[in-house]
């Protein structure tokens, strides 16, 4: 991704999430070296994207979407193959991140791709509801 496509994002997160990313935090992954961020891009716009934080070896996902009219097409699935690869080819051995216990659909996709439940953090999120932790070893 390239600071550009951060409106684009911005727009799916408020969209979605109920504490979505702020524009000028999402184009500052752009230029973070310990950032790989990277967008599906349809007729000019994003479609969906993903961002991670690579730490000794370790990405940490921080956030996920596809947008809403683009759902239940396989992009989740061509978004999560490309986070493999992309975190291998940086030398990243583990990847993991939270998700809302409610969010069944994002953690159906992620437990397609392997990954397993490592425990809950008890009332993570403003609302208090708690977070998955899912872990994968790729
Ligand atoms: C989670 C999300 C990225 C999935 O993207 P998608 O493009 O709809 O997913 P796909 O079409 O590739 O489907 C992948 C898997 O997700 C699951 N899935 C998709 N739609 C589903 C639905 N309506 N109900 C249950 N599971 C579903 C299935 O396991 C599916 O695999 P299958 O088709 O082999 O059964 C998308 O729904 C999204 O952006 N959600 C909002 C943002 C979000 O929750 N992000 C995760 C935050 S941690």
Redesign the pocket.
Known sequence: MTAAHAADIAA?ERA??AEPWSEKSIAALADDPKAIARVLVRDGKVA?YYSMYVVAGEGF?N??????D???????????RDMMYAASLSGVTALT????ES????R?????FGFKSAGIRKNFYPDKENAVIYWLNI
């Not at 956030?63 to 809403?68: D, G, S």
């Open positions: 799916i979605t999430f969906a996902v956030n996920l979407a596809v947008a809403p683009m759902r239940g097409r396989d992009v989740g699935s061509a978004l999560m991140l939270e998700v809302r969010n069944a659909v994002a159906a996709l992620y437990e397609k």
